[in-house]
């Protein structure tokens, strides 16, 4: 069942070193307690340009379909690890963070200011990075569904 309330943030550009991380993209969606419907954001970052779009909000109501995209990467982001100390490592190698915010689950990888340099005490099994490309996938879905 999908939670009463979450908030959801995918961001591309997560590496940086000496300067912080310059995100292409960051899509957003957060559920309300007991909403009907997920509020979806994405701004995205032209080529040659230095910031983000202003994100258009939208919405996407919670069907069947949606609450299983949900519970799916829920389950999931209670089972895969994060980098260790938090920002030192992109573990997943995709230079893509996901943060997810619930009553039962905090997790996020990639630190709140991205990853700088450093090597993690914790490495993924190479099940788990399937697990977060899935996770990965599930937040597309969502996003483009809106």
Not at 53 to 68: E, G, I, M, R, Y
């Amino acid at each position: 069942m999908v939670a009463s309330e979450f908030s959801l943030r995918l961001q591309h550009g997560i590496t940086g070193g000496f300067a912080p991380p310059t995100p292409s993209a960051v899509h957003t969606v957060t559920r309300p307690k007991d909403a009907s419907q997920l509020a979806v954001a994405s701004s995205v970052r032209e080529a040659g340009t230095s910031s983000l779009q202003d994100a258009t909000p939208k919405q996407l109501h919670v069907d069947q379909d949606t609450s299983q995209l949900v519970d799916e990467l829920h389950a999931i982001l209670k089972e895969i690890p994060t980098e260790s100390p938090p920002g030192s490592e992109d573990i997943y190698g995709k230079d893509i963070s996901i943060a997810w915010g619930s009553d039962d689950l905090q997790w996020m990888n990639g630190g709140p200011a991205g990853c700088g340099g450093g090597k993690s005490t914790v490495e993924p099994t190479e099940e788990q990075k399937a697990k977060f490309e899935r996770a990965i996938e599930i937040v597309n879905t969502l996003v483009s569904k809106s």
